[in-house]
C-alpha cells in the first residue's frame, strides 16, 4: 500500500515502542491530511516555547500541586485555552495545530496539549481515558489527584471523577476502578481519531471519515468493528473490491455477529 507523505509519517511514529511514540508528532501528522502545507515543526516549536515560559512560572520546590497551579495559570488564564462548548463538535477541536492557534479544543486535544508542556517541563503526567471524558493526572505513584483540562484545570480526586462522569451521561453510572487507569499512546490515538470519525460522519463527509478508520487500524489492526466500518464505507464510495475484502473477513471472525445477516446481503449484492 502506497501512503501520502503525512501517512508515512504517522505510520513511522506509531511504529515505535509505545512509550517512545511521540503523541505531538503523531497528532499533528494527523492535521497534516487535513492541511497539506502544515509544519509541524512550527507547531513543535510552540510547545517548545509555551514549555519555556510555563518554566518561568514555575514555583523553585517543584510539588505538584503548585507546578499544576502555575501550569493552569499560565494555560488558561494567560493564554487563555479554554473548552469550545459552543462547538463541541468541530473538527478543528481535535486538530493539534488548530488548538494551538484557537486556543480551544475537547477534553482530549487539551489534555494533549498539558501533557505535551508537562513533559517538557521534566514533570511526567499521563491520560486517563474515561468514558465519555478525558482526563490526565501526574504520573507518580498514588499520586491521587486529576486534572480536568477541559473544565480550565479542575483538580480532582476519584469521587470527584465519579461525579464528573454523572455530569456527562446526565445519569448515574456503575464507576468502576479501571475508568482512572492510565490510557497508552496508541489507545490515545485510536481514542482522537474515533472522535474525528464520528464528527466526519455526522457531516456526512465519508472520505474523511475513512482516513480516519485506515488509520485508527494503522494503530489498531485487529479492531473488527473498525474494519466492518471501513468496508461499509468502501461499499458507499463503490470501492467493490475493498468493501467485499474488509466485508468478507468481518463475518470470519464474527460469523454470530447481531449484524451477520445485513452484511451477507452486502455482500451478495457486490458480487452479483
Not at 510552540?46 to 502555575?70: G, H
Not at 489527584?145 to 445519569?171: A, H, S, T, W
Request: proline share 6%; hydrophobic share 40%.
Amino acid at each position: 500500500m502506497k501512503f501520502s507523505l503525512p501517512r508515512q509519517r504517522f505510520y513511522q511514529e506509531i511504529n515505535r515502542d509505545d512509550e517512545n511514540i511521540d503523541l505531538a508528532v503523531a497528532a499533528l501528522c494527523v492535521a497534516w491530511e487535513e492541511y497539506p502545507d502544515l509544519d509541524i515543526e512550527r507547531y513543535l516549536n510552540a510547545l517548545d516555547t509555551m514549555a519555556s515560559e510555563a518554566a518561568e512560572k514555575l514555583p523553585a520546590e517543584r510539588y505538584p500541586m503548585r507546578v499544576i497551579q502555575a501550569l493552569n495559570e499560565y494555560l488558561f488564564d494567560d493564554l487563555g485555552f479554554q473548552g469550545n462548548r459552543d462547538d463541541y463538535y468541530n473538527p478543528q477541536n481535535s486538530y493539534l495545530n488548530d488548538v494551538i492557534d484557537r486556543r480551544l479544543g475537547i477534553p482530549i486535544s487539551l489534555s494533549l496539549l498539558y501533557l505535551e508542556i508537562a513533559k517538557r517541563l521534566d514533570f511526567p503526567m499521563v491520560g486517563i481515558g474515561m468514558p465519555g471524558h478525558f482526563i490526565i493526572r501526574p504520573n507518580f505513584e498514588d499520586a491521587g489527584i486529576f486534572i480536568d483540562v477541559f473544565n480550565g484545570g479542575e483538580v480532582m480526586f476519584p469521587e470527584d471523577c465519579e461525579n464528573r462522569l454523572r455530569q456527562v451521561y446526565g445519569q448515574p453510572i456503575r464507576f468502576r476502578p479501571e475508568f482512572l487507569e492510565p490510557i497508552s499512546s496508541r489507545l490515545f490515538l485510536v481514542r482522537m481519531l474515533t472522535n474525528l470519525k464520528a464528527v466526519y460522519i455526522s457531516k456526512q463527509e465519508m472520505s474523511k471519515a475513512l482516513s480516519a478508520i485506515e488509520r485508527i487500524l494503522l494503530l489498531n489492526p485487529d479492531s473488527i468493528m473498525e474494519l466492518r466500518d471501513r468496508g461499509l464505507l468502501y461499499y458507499q464510495a463503490g470501492r467493490s473490491v475493498e468493501a467485499t475484502q474488509d466485508l468478507e473477513r468481518y463475518l470470519e471472525m464474527r460469523p454470530n455477529a447481531p449484524d451477520a445477516s445485513t452484511i451477507q446481503q452486502l455482500l451478495e449484492k457486490l458480487n452479483n
